[in-house]
């Protein structure tokens, strides 16, 4: 029997209790990500769930949190110019990246201080 791997479902990132508020502001009003319901089993564990294409990012609430400044997720974006004038015109502080020659990217931290990257392909 084989099988092959069909994707990523969803990136969990972690966060201090009570990040609910501060994680919509960041994933859905700078970053335009529609935020889910998470189903009625897993509300009491705090957090909030995001849409990233057809991929979803989980903000999980962490007990002795700390934040992830290597490890991360690189969401791909299509017009990646028009997401970094959003972040200028919020005062979002990022970091662009030349270290690829195949991709315009940069790297930014949520309000938790874990690292994201976002990249667009050259020639997309």
Known sequence: MSYTFAGIDHVQLAAPKGCEARARQ?????LGMPELVKPESLRSRG??????GAQQIHIGVEADFAPAKKAHPAFVVQNLDALIARLEMHGAEYQLDEALSDRKRFFMEDPWGNRLEFME???N
């Open 26 to 30: 960041f994933f859905t009003d700078l």
């Open 121 to 123: 392909m050259e020639g």
């Open 47 to 52: 957090g909030a769930w995001f849409v990233c």
